[in-house]
Each structure stands twice: as structure tokens, then as C-alpha cells.
């Protein structure tokens, strides 16, 4: 048992540059959309949205 325990730390070390990055990035990414998100939902978001909008329609 003592062995296992050595051995499941000596192969996550191993592994853990292969597998920590991504999940990372995934992290970050996903809140940068959640934040995102909240504020087109809010009425600030909502006023620059339509503000976008309506210069690409009038363009």
C-alpha cells in the first residue's frame, strides 16, 4: 500500500504538465464569458449593445 501511495504521486508529477495548462485555460476563458455574459445582460451591456448595433445597421 505504501508503494501505491508513492507511485500515484510519482505519475501525477509526471503528468501534471499535460494536464494542468488546458484545464487552465478552459478556467480563464470560461470567466471571461460568465463575466461577459453578466454585463450584456445588465442595462449598462444592454445601452452599449444597442449602441453597437445600431452604428453597424446605419453603416
Known amino acids: 500500500m505504501h508503494a501505491a501511495v508513492f507511485n500515484v504521486y510519482r505519475r501525477t508529477r509526471h503528468q501534471i504538465l499535460y494536464f494542468l ?3 487552465l485555460i478552459a478556467y480563464g476563458i470560461m470567466q471571461w464569458a460568465i463575466e461577459r455574459n453578466e454585463y450584456l445582460n445588465s442595462k449598462p451591456g444592454r445601452n452599449t449593445a444597442e449602441g453597437q448595433e445600431m452604428d ?3 453603416s
Do not use: H
Open 21 to 23: 495548462p488546458p484545464f
Open 56 to 58: 453597424t445597421v446605419t
